[in-house]
T-cell receptor, first 114, second 112 residues
Framework: DTAVSQTPKYLVTQMGNDKSIKCEQN?????MYWYKQDSKKFLKIMFS???????INETVPNRFSPKSPDKAHLNLHINSLELGDSAVYFC?????????????FGAGTRLSVL | GENVEQHPSTLSVQEGDSAVIKCTYSDSASNYFPWYKQELGKGPQLIID?????GEKKDQRIAVTLNKTAKHFSLHITETQPEDSAVYFC???????????FGKGTKLSVKP
């Protein structure tokens, strides 16, 4: 069983469209994250939720809106997609929000905005 | 805020040689330093971590050293194998939150 699963794996869309990426973890973790990895492989946190509550919100455009219906799911909705949104988006989870806990990453969603 | 610098950006070694990747951090309050390995088409996976109360940690062919005074930590891989080829990321964070700040990654190539 995959611990952290993201769908879809690939997403190709036109500028201006709205799209969602889904993430689920079956590890029983309390905390989930979204990271963006650009073309140069730079990995940067976007959001973090602990028990469905937002705890980290880095400088991300308002077009990005995370939603956590329960602590096992953290979805990412992106409005009005732009060329610069093209990247690989990773979901991750950890036991709780303390730094000492290992973060488990999903396989990533490669978003291409044309 | 915390800033993590990682060097080199690319590293090519012959199979069987050792590889060393170095990172420096800026925030002296950081106390947790994990290393992640990212294989092609996959998400990062933790390979080893070290906390600030420890100077060195080893797990088979992989070791990490931490110098708190100099604020730098290093990953050492001995007897490298082709399957060690991947992008390696260092990261740093404080104990009160899980906000990992990643280095920019090192692409390691192990040539058979």
């Amino acid at each position: 069983d995959t611990a952290v699963s993201q769908t879809p794996k690939y997403l190709v869309t036109q500028m201006g469209n709205d799209k969602s990426i889904k993430c689920e973890q079956n590890l029983g973790h309390d905390t989930m994250y979204w990271y963006k990895q650009d073309s140069k492989k730079f990995l940067k946190i976007m959001f973090s939720y602990n028990n469905k509550e937002l705890i980290i919100n880095e400088t991300v455009p308002n077009r990005f809106s995370p939603k956590s219906p329960d602590k096992a799911h953290l979805n990412l909705h992106i409005n009005s997609l732009e060329l610069g949104d093209s990247a690989v988006y990773f979901c991750a989870s950890s036991q709780d929000f303390l730094a000492k806990n290992i973060q488990y990453f999903g396989a990533g969603t490669r978003l291409s905005v044309l | 805020g915390e800033n993590v610098e990682q060097h080199p950006s690319t590293l090519s070694v012959q199979e069987g040689d050792s590889a060393v990747i170095k990172c420096t951090y800026s925030d002296s309050a950081s106390n947790y330093f994990p290393w992640y390995k990212q294989e092609l088409g996959k998400g990062p996976q933790l390979i080893i971590d070290i906390r600030s109360n420890v100077g060195e940690k080893k797990d088979q062919r992989i070791a990490v050293t931490l110098n708190k005074t100099a604020k730098h930590f290093s990953l050492h891989i001995t007897e490298t194998q082709p399957e060690d080829s991947a992008v390696y990321f260092c990261a740093a964070s404080k104990g009160s939150q899980g906000n990992l700040i990643f280095g920019k990654g090192t692409k390691l190539s192990v040539k058979p």
